[in-house]
């Protein structure tokens, strides 16, 4: 089936640690996203892609990294610099120049630092 | 003050209810909004679209945009169990690009 796939569903990381959540897409999407989603504020963007080896940073960039080396994979690096990163990770695609109704989002990760 | 204001609930209303749904915001130039429904601990998905002002109808979904008051609006009607879920309110200047100010979510419980 097409779709976007995120892994693991659950993820525990150890102060200090770098760890990095998978995204997958076989759905053909130039565009690819990752928000973050806390408790009481909504999803918020961290990076975006519109193709293959450029992204941008999105509203709350600090302390992550992607890259896209790939059109299917968009993989988010969360980096030790990281202060506050529990959180529900969402990654989203849609056609490059689609509009808005076009994105759809995967399952999501949850991250926990432990 | 956020750009976006959603009352997170929870909002508790028996099977069979009207509920109405929420956001105030306030940046004029917002002329695209959605509203997305998310399941616990799954992705949103999309649920209505609405151009500027105006309302929209879809089956028991009905959205409501008053520009000049910079308020949104959804309404569900006879509501079932199933609608249980968090409902998201997002906008956008653009019609492009995705770049969406979510609100924070209202959970919403239909009990049987």
């Known amino acids: 089936d097409g779709g976007i796939t995120q892994s693991p569903k659950y993820l525990f990381r150890k102060e200090g640690q770098n760890v990095t959540l998978s995204c997958e897409q076989n759905?053909?999407?130039?565009?690819m996203y990752w928000y973050r989603q806390d408790p009481g504020q909504g999803l918020r963007l961290i990076y975006y892609?519109?193709?293959?080896?450029?992204?941008q940073k999105g509203d709350i960039a600090e302390g992550y990294s992607v890259s896209r080396e790939k059109k299917e994979s968009f993989p988010l690096t969360v980096t030790s610099a990281q202060k506050n990163p529990t959180a529900f990770y969402l990654c989203?695609?849609?056609?490059?120049?689609?509009?808005?109704?076009?994105?759809?989002f995967g399952q999501g990760t949850r991250l926990t630092v432990v | 003050q956020k750009e976006v204001e959603q009352d997170p609930g929870p909002l508790s209303v028996p099977e069979g209810a009207i509920v109405s749904l929420n956001c105030t915001y306030s940046?004029?130039?917002?002329?695209?909004f959605m509203w997305y429904r998310q399941y616990s601990r799954k992705g949103p998905e999309l649920l209505m679209y609405?151009?500027?002002?105006g309302n929209k109808e879809d089956g028991r979904f009905t959205a409501q945009v008053d520009k000049s008051s910079k308020y949104i609006s959804l309404f569900i009607r006879d509501s079932q169990p199933s609608d249980s879920a968090t409902y998201l309110c997002?906008?956008?200047?653009?019609?492009?690009?995705?770049?969406?100010?979510f609100g924070a979510g209202t959970i919403l419980r239909v009990k049987s």
């Open positions: 989203a695609s849609s056609i490059r120049g689609a509009p808005n109704t076009e994105a759809f």
């Open positions: 759905l053909n999407h130039d565009a």
């Open positions: 892609s519109q193709i293959v080896n450029d992204f």
């Open positions: 940046n004029s130039a917002f002329q695209y």
């Open positions: 609405t151009y500027s002002s």
């Open positions: 997002a906008m956008t200047e653009e019609e492009y690009g995705n770049k969406l100010v």
